[in-house]
């Protein structure tokens, strides 16, 4: 199709803005046509989305990530574990479990000092968000603890930092304690579909997550939410997971996207190697982050925990499904992590920079 030199700019602009936005998926023509996101996706509409073309779903998240937010920005993350191991949740998955025979011995809670020097590191070299994760349930008579961590919040905010913590189930009037502390975002994952949920935790109900998830919308923190990729689910898992986090009202804003880290001596491990297992593809992850881009257009998109064990072009993909958020340093809880010096490498050789703390205000078109 050829644009005529007569036409107006504006009407260039116009023409040029329909000719790379067409698709012929009617249901993400309608997403991205919407001025504010909507809470109601049916999981047919989600499932049309989640099954387009890969080129053209990678396409189209493209655009709807370019509506709202800057495309060469990515913000940079650092996760640091102050109170490992010990949890007495039987997730399979997880090192940290008291049920799950790692060999990894549980920590008390680290001191506010730590924390402080940690997170210092961390700003010198680049990022952000800082979060702070425990190995805990819940904070049900954890008073002095939560009162640390709240300390922990404030100091961290006062070097300019965003900060997140995931401390386990919380109530309305412990989030709040920790939003009045300064607390820019509360991490509670949902890990994957209601339906396959059962098959990978018994010790804590998918509503019980979702509670903690409104506990915290109702003190006015932000809701951070997301799950984990190569559980063993299915495709239809995977639609069934964005369907809880795009049915949220508001929407997360942010969510980490987790790929499995293997862990030896968590039950995941055995049931890998097990006949019928649904391995994960880069294919899966680009089309989940694609959807959740597309449906959930202002949200933060984070490739969090197995970063490391994907290529550069892998990750460089993810970016382009809609990713916009890294976890940089030394370590993820118990996994490895990227290092500073090699993701900074890697994202001024893509032409990427670093968001500012507090950057993450829609852009709108």
Same mark, same amino acid.
């Given at each position: 199709?050829?644009?005529?030199?007569?036409?107006?700019?504006?009407?260039?602009?116009?023409?040029?803005?329909?000719?790379?936005?067409?698709?012929?998926?009617?249901?993400?023509?309608? +997403?991205?046509?919407?001025?504010?996101?909507?809470?109601?996706?049916?999981?047919?509409?989600?499932?049309?989305?989640?099954?387009?073309?890969?080129?053209?779903?990678?396409?189209?998240?493209?655009?709807?990530?370019?509506?709202?937010?800057?495309?060469?920005?990515?913000?940079?993350?650092?996760?640091?574990?102050?109170?490992? $191991?010990?949890?007495?949740?039987?997730?399979?998955?997880?090192?940290?479990?008291?049920?799950?025979?790692?060999?990894?011995? +549980?920590?008390?809670?680290?001191? &506010?000092?730590?924390?402080?020097?940690?997170?210092?590191?961390?700003?010198?070299?680049?990022?952000?968000?800082?979060?702070?994760?425990?190995?805990?349930?819940?904070?049900?008579?954890?008073?002095?603890?939560?009162?640390?961590?709240?300390?922990? &919040?404030?100091?961290?905010?006062?070097?300019?930092?965003?900060?997140?913590?995931?401390?386990?189930?919380?109530?309305?009037?412990?989030?709040?304690?920790?939003?009045?502390?300064?607390?820019?975002?509360?991490?509670?994952?949902?890990?994957?579909?209601?339906?396959?949920?059962?098959?990978?935790?018994?010790?804590?109900?998918?509503?019980?997550?979702?509670?903690?998830?409104?506990? &915290?919308?109702?003190?006015?923190?932000? &809701?951070?939410?997301?799950?984990?990729?190569?559980?063993?689910?299915?495709?239809?898992?995977?639609?069934?997971?964005?369907?809880?986090?795009?049915?949220?009202?508001?929407?997360?804003?942010?969510?980490?996207?987790?790929?499995?880290?293997?862990?030896?001596?968590?039950?995941?491990?055995?049931?890998?190697?097990?006949?019928?297992?649904?391995?994960?593809?880069?294919?899966?992850?680009?089309?989940?982050?694609?959807?959740?881009?597309?449906?959930?257009?202002?949200?933060?998109?984070?490739?969090?925990? $197995?970063?490391?064990?994907?290529?550069?072009?892998?990750?460089?993909?993810?970016?382009? +499904?809609?990713?916009?958020?890294?976890?940089?340093?030394?370590?993820?809880?118990?996994?490895?992590?990227?290092?500073?010096?090699?993701?900074?490498?890697?994202?001024?050789?893509?032409?990427?920079?670093?968001?500012?703390?507090?950057?993450?205000?829609?852009?709108?078109?």
């Amino acid at each position: 199709m050829m644009i005529s030199s007569s036409l107006p700019i504006a009407s260039k602009r116009f023409v040029f803005r329909f000719i790379h936005t067409n698709t012929t998926n009617p249901i993400i023509s309608y +997403a991205l046509s919407l001025k504010e996101p909507k809470n109601d996706w049916t999981r047919e509409e989600l499932r049309s989305i989640y099954k387009t073309p890969l080129l053209e779903l990678v396409h189209q998240a493209q655009l709807q990530h370019r509506r709202f937010h800057q495309p060469n920005k990515v913000q940079m993350c650092t996760l640091m574990n102050i109170k490992t $191991g010990g949890c007495t949740e039987d997730c399979k998955y997880c090192a940290q479990s008291s049920k799950n025979d790692t060999g990894l011995e +549980a920590e008390s809670l680290v001191d &506010v000092k730590s924390v402080i020097n940690q997170a210092k590191e961390a700003k010198k070299h680049g990022s952000t968000r800082f979060c702070l994760g425990a190995a805990w349930r819940d904070m049900n008579g954890r008073k002095s603890a939560l009162k640390k961590i709240s300390e922990m &919040v404030s100091k961290v905010n006062e070097l300019g930092l965003e900060t997140c913590v995931t401390l386990g189930m919380v109530t309305e009037k412990q989030s709040k304690q920790l939003g009045e502390a300064g607390l820019t975002a509360y991490n509670h994952n949902v890990d994957t579909s209601r339906e396959h949920y059962k098959n990978i935790i018994s010790t804590r109900t998918y509503d019980d997550r979702l509670k903690t998830i409104q506990n &915290v919308q109702k003190s006015g923190v932000k &809701v951070c939410t997301g799950g984990i990729l190569g559980l063993g689910e299915s495709e239809e898992d995977r639609i069934g997971f964005l369907e809880t986090l795009s049915n949220m009202n508001p929407y997360p804003e942010s969510i980490p996207i987790n790929r499995l880290v293997p862990i030896e001596g968590t039950p995941i491990v055995e049931e890998l190697n097990k006949p019928g297992f649904k391995k994960l593809t880069l294919e899966d992850m680009l089309r989940t982050i694609a959807t959740a881009r597309i449906t959930m257009p202002k949200s933060i998109i984070r490739l969090a925990a $197995g970063r490391y064990t994907m290529k550069e072009y892998e990750q460089i993909m993810c970016f382009m +499904a809609g990713c916009n958020s890294i976890f940089s340093g030394k370590k993820m809880l118990t996994t490895l992590c990227n290092s500073w010096e090699e993701d900074k490498a890697m994202l001024a050789k893509w032409g990427l920079t670093v968001m500012e703390p507090f950057e993450n205000d829609a852009k709108i078109e």
